[in-house]
């Protein structure tokens, strides 16, 4: 498969989220990043440009020159990512839309319903494709989680329990990642559209029930916030489910807590983010079974990129390992590089003789240097 | 920085660890793959080779003709990565160091001591660099475990305590994986090798210690197996302190059970694999701590590629979804991409509407569709 | 301090919470059974009280001539604990009330708000103690959350979150315990009376906040079922903390899953009971601590009858040996006694003779029969 | 069954283990002390007896005194528990035993070889049982480990890993409980006899596998120390299966982590018991599966006193409460008692009455107060 020319709207210098989708649109080789429109600011933009390689006729100083530009050359994006925040999801989604460019958008769509709408029908009178960055449905074990749904292992639900709680907001904090969401104006709404809309994506994605109606308790509980920080629904679903969405970032002492808990009439589920290679399943009056990534008694949804035991974090680790040698190699400095090198490897030899050597003596002590 | 160019030794279709090494090598953008002898099957090596896009020129059969062709072409490449099994380390380590090319080897070095002396000579009469690739060492919080004991916060280490315990082998196997492996003269030991090596590694990146001596019993307990599937050694460090290695292949209900402990006169660490973003910490006398990548309380070694409270499977999960979109976009088969498209978007603004609404009107049910 | 003489009210042949008030009494030495109107069936009433061990004359039919006998006797009970269902608490509770004697009455209160009047009556007037069994607070770690809230250590409160959810009538379920909670005339409510008002209790005691308002759903998820099984209530609470209160019996995965999380502006705890010897406790900012029954940083709630490190179960497991020991000696049947012996204590002499042997001989295998 | 008549040697005021011998006697009903010994110091001892009301011609100041005064009581005890240091086990345990009194003995055996000896020829030649109180072997999943072993569920054992790790002596302490147990004289050895006969014997009940061979290390890793304080040991158990045992004391974050790890050629287990009411057990290529005390998938050897999902905290919970009743009938002062009361019982009515209001108006706030 070719890679794809991806362009980028957002995800300057200081960015989060546009250096996450630049890495995930790299990692299985899939996309080449050709073009950017990276920040508002002209200097951060060319200077983020130049940081990611990207030819200088291709870094934008605006989406909107850019959907121009891209669209007319024969080697121009065919895909690009908006990573910006809420507010400014919709002009650039049409501007590629109709330009029949796909477009992959963070969540949520928008900061508004005219925003919303706007998009939408862009999208649906565009042929090309628009995307919606909900990114917990790629893990493994949540589409196990769905395929186990929808394969009926959980019989009728009954209970869908979705929470996403973090606490990074607990206290007043001003900085580029917190000021825009903590703005009605650039985010819409604060904990409901930042993280509700994920739990919300997640139990609907994962369980496949259809909402009828709610009822929620949305609440501002630090002083002087302008958006809200805790919300909680009771939710309805077709069929007669309950469910009950709770989104805080005022709950001290969670990292990043989004969790899943499914109940039907034959079984349950339980997930949690933080440790995303493991689902919880039991079947109605059986042990709980811990079911893990590629593990036992999982199916095909249920794969990564690597063995059962080596949680998503062994690629990383791997990738460290990399990114040091290769600043090794470019500087010219093996010292300052931590990663193993030839003694190493020698000692590791000396550790398997000695183990042999010692278990051949009756364990006797073997000195190892 | 501009990429380096990479070659790749061994990974053709079905290997595991090669796939693996490449994923590594483009997550952060510093590498590109231009030239691999993939298979000492021919077909495979051809075949392997435009999976990955390489150029058929740059597609040998074989690792020698690899290097002597890549030492003298103008941009041949930099580094080569060796990801063979352990007894064909040493003939393309020393082809490649001979011609100065920068060696990135899978672990253990070899597999007898003279393979291991030959590429020890060749590393250090070469002007380019070795690197063993250990990867745990990447581990965010197996950094921060090290800078935590550097920086004397366990005071004096008295107990080292490393395991690396699984249970894939614990029937009689045989695929590509368990073969080579489980035979002596293809891995030089078992799950010594295999598995003892990183647990050697790790104890000694993070304790710092030197060792003095171990007594050890190497087993093999499946009925029928050529090669240990079960080490256990006694430790002593230079200074006093006493540790334990295990590594088993054999030991049911783990899957990859890569766990260090370590205690000194002030404090202890605790740290697992499976669970690698959590990093225990117990000041003497205190309650434990439960640091966390990027967390509270951490240092600049702790810091990964995403805020805390993203495990590193986030990466990997947007990852799959960018792929999704790839296959999407080539396809042209949306339906069939389980990526959030713009009727998810709409649903979450009017999950978004809806909370507001029921919470102005006193938490009223509100309806949904 | 001389022991109480108590009395039961229920508590016969085949229920459940009769024998953990016996046992919870007995623990401490600090009450004897003496009198009991143990069952409604006299047949039952008459065997229950002789597997006590009560006098006959002391083993009444009913509690209303229990109430009566006792009152007079000049050796009658100080105390009686009623422990039949909630719809017969009412009748014995006045009873003994009215004749100065103290009652400790399992919760709910009552299955009626006429039955709770009554006993809020009898209770004023009386010159005895009334006591409501929520055990919960029993806990160290409950305790020990109780008085850091109070001390402040959370900062000003603004989340309640609690659940107790279990999975036991996830089915529809006939059996004694089941049969009385599922008819609303014996229970008065489901889910909501038998567990929500445990969780109720369990966040009032611990946040130390009043109630203000809630909003609630209430459902039965279980086709046929005549009481809820479901339910879920948003909360609010003087001084504008938010909270959410869930109680369930469908849900599958979750055996007796009582939970609180309390957050405010400086920190956070969360206690779960089935892992109860353990409080996570978040100062705003700093890692998660993880704090003990009478571990480091703990204060003398947190202290229980043994030391840190032995869960709750640790003086079951003894007593457990205790009744193998004394069957053993009132049977004669050492054999099928499994609790250690002579040989047994031998063995580990000469395991730790062994273990010093093998030591001095630098590590050298010592046979062991 | 009538109550065992009780007697105690040590366990007076100060002691940690004669009182969990007392509590563990009381629970269920089954021994009624009487007697004791329960210091060597006169005055500590006669309180001590006070404290326990026992009567003062039976409270002795010597074990040797109460075996002969009590042998020929027709009332006299019928078995004595013995819970001094270790050195002082032998003395009155051949006094009791040659009387015909059954034996109730804290572990280990003896300080010294010799000592056992005489306690070993006493017991063979008594009429009278001789109990060694290892107690994990009560515990509920302790005993169904030992049920599945022995019924084959892990076919054929080939790994027995027992650690038992403390870390309440890694600095220096002293008080009554640290000193005779670092004091070679009163306790024969330090981690090896405290706490690795307790690692040994639990391995041994549960895999029932008879040893043939250690190999150890002993260390003392504190400065000063003069008994061991970390042992380790390689063990080699007939039928060819192999094992590690771990006693330390100087494990730092670990409070009283004894674990219990099995595996065989069908399956595997793990037990600790800081979590004693859970047990991991893997069937061969099957996801793990977490059995509970009492819980689904469980034989009879799992039930415990009180039903699945609560911990065995709940009945000392429980006992708390009754104990606080007891202080408050005691002394009058119900103020200072924590235990609910009408006000909590009516609240809890007022609760179960607003969240069906609640729920029947459409999920409207309903007031509280």
Redesign the interface.
Known sequence: ????RLGMVGGGQGA?IG?????????????TLVAGALSSDPERARASGEDL?LAPERTYMTWDGMARAEATRPDGI??VAIVTPNHLHAGPAVAFLERGI?V??D????AT?EQ?AA??AA??ASGA????????????M??EARAMVAAGA?GAL??V?VEYV??WL??PVSNKQADWRTDPARS??GA??DI??HA??LA??VSGL??????????T?VPGRRVDD?????L?FAG???G?L?A?Q????????LRL?L????????WS?????RL???P?????????RG????GPAAQ???????????????????????????TGD?AA??????E??????R??????A???A????????
């Open positions: 498969m070719r890679p794809i989060f250096g996450v989708h630049r890495i995930a649109a790299r990692m299985d080789g899939m996309f390689g065919e895909a796909h992959i958008c969540k949520p769509l928008a319903a919303a998009i939408a999208a649906r494709m628009f995307f919606l960055t909900h990114n917990y449905p790629g893990t493994p949540v589409r959980l009954r209970l329990e973090q606490d607990a206290r819409g709404a409901l559209g509700g809309t919300w994506n609907r994605f259809a909402p009828e109606a709610l009822a929620a308790e949305v609440s509980l805790n919300v909680s629904a009771h309805r007669g489910a309950r009950r709770w805080s005022v709950a001290v002492g969670h990292e990043n807590g808990r109940a039907g009439s034959d079984g349950g589920l339980d983010q933080e440790d995303p290679n919880w399943f039991t109605i009056g059986e042990p709980r079974r811990l079911l893990t593990g036992a008694g999982t990564g990129r690597v063995p059962a035991g080596h949680p998503e974090g062994y690629l990383e680790a791997f990738a460290t390992i990399y990114a040091d040698i290769a600043r090794a190699i470019r093996r590089c931590p990663v193993a090198g030839i190493d490897g020698l000692e590791g030899m550790f398997i003789a000695a183990c042999l010692s278990s051949a009756g364990g006797a002590w073997v000195a190892m240097h």
